[in-house]
């Protein structure tokens, strides 16, 4: 959104307002943009948007909108303050920046459905990060458990001083520590679908507890993956790398670890309470 900004003004947070903090002052935010140079795009009618938003009773309102420049067009580059400028026709300024915003980025804000409730943003989001949480769980999960597939075939045909890999005990052993994990992780994956199914309270607490242990199974499937690859899991001919690579991206899509630690932590003791 804040593209056709310069990065200095999109990274001060004394030159632009945040929301839902303070409310703007659009004579400020004039004076922030006098010296603005819209960045030049080659290719047509892409519109880059600036949008500054205002919290009101009736949810955000547009205060700023500018379009990139582009060659050939007139208005390219012009700020449109809908906020501050509304025609007789528009009965308000959410009208006006509805109208402004279709004029200038041919985006229509009109049939925009409001998702929650109003007020409750934040509490929408970790709704939504929650079932997010449930459903990727079960990623992390059938991508551990075929990385374990892979490597407990691959540790069974390898042999070394006459034998399979496998059969030694430092094998097993960090083998069936990997099952268990998956295993676990799919159990909190199946409660978490139970909780999310139903829309049971239990939700929350189930949903950190399914992204915890499926994060920890898929990446500890992948380092192992690795290791027990021996010197072969490390180059590009084995697919060792794509799982690795893959639990570092699941592991940190909807917040890492840590996060949802805490966020278990602060859910269980609000039970208690």
Request: net charge negative; aromatic share 8%.
């Given at each position: 959104m804040?593209s056709?900004?310069?990065p200095?003004?999109?990274a001060?947070?004394?030159?632009?307002?945040?929301y839902p903090g303070?409310?703007?002052?659009?004579?400020?935010?004039?004076?922030a943009?006098?010296?603005?140079?819209?960045?030049?795009?080659d290719a047509p009618?892409?519109a880059?948007?600036?949008v500054?938003?205002?919290?009101t009773d009736?949810g955000?309102?547009?205060?700023?909108?500018e379009?990139?420049e582009?060659?050939?067009?007139?208005w390219?580059g012009h700020m449109?303050?809908p906020?501050?400028r509304v025609?007789?026709?528009?009965?308000?300024?959410?009208?006006?920046?509805?109208?402004e915003?279709?004029?200038?980025?041919?985006?229509d804000l009109?049939?925009?459905e409001l998702l929650?409730t109003?007020?409750?943003?934040?509490?929408?989001?970790?709704?939504?990060?929650d079932?997010a949480?449930v459903?990727?769980a079960?990623?992390?999960?059938?991508?551990?458990?075929r990385?374990f597939?892979?490597?407990?075939?691959f540790t069974?045909?390898?042999?070394?001083?006459?034998?399979?890999?496998?059969?030694?005990q430092?094998?097993k052993?960090?083998?069936?520590?990997?099952?268990?994990a998956i295993?676990?992780?799919?159990?909190n994956?199946y409660?978490?679908?139970?909780a999310?199914?139903?829309?049971?309270?239990e939700?929350a607490v189930?949903?950190?507890?399914?992204?915890?242990?499926?994060?920890?199974?898929?990446?500890?499937?992948?380092?192992?993956?690795?290791q027990?690859h021996?010197g072969?899991g490390?180059?590009?001919?084995?697919?060792?790398h794509?799982?690795?690579?893959?639990?570092?991206?699941?592991g940190?899509?909807?917040?890492?670890?840590r996060?949802?630690s805490?966020k278990?932590v602060r859910?269980?003791a609000a039970?208690q309470a």
């Open positions: 804040w056709c900004l310069r200095s003004l999109a001060n947070p004394e030159r632009h307002a945040r303070d409310v703007p002052d659009l004579d400020r935010i004039r004076r943009l006098d010296a603005h140079e819209p960045e030049l795009r009618r892409r880059g948007v600036a500054v938003l205002r919290p009736a955000p309102d547009v205060l700023l909108i379009r990139a582009h060659p050939q067009d007139p390219s449109a303050f906020g501050g025609d007789p026709e528009d009965p308000g300024p959410r009208a006006a920046a509805e109208r915003t279709s004029e200038e980025v041919g985006v009109a049939p925009a929650g109003a007020g409750q943003g934040w509490e929408n989001a970790e709704a939504l990060l079932r949480a459903l990727m079960f990623e992390q999960v059938g991508a551990a458990e990385a597939d892979i490597t407990k075939e069974l045909g390898r042999y070394a001083f006459g034998r399979p890999v496998a059969s030694f430092a094998v052993h960090r083998l069936a520590d990997l099952w268990c295993e676990l992780a799919r159990s994956a409660y978490g679908a139970w999310l199914s139903g829309d049971e309270p939700l189930a949903a950190a507890g399914a992204r915890i242990a499926a994060t920890n199974a898929l990446e500890l499937a992948a380092e192992e993956m690795v027990l021996g072969v490390f180059t590009w001919e084995y697919d060792c794509l799982f690795y690579r893959r639990s570092k991206f699941l940190l899509a909807l917040g890492s670890n996060d949802w805490d278990l859910r269980l039970q």
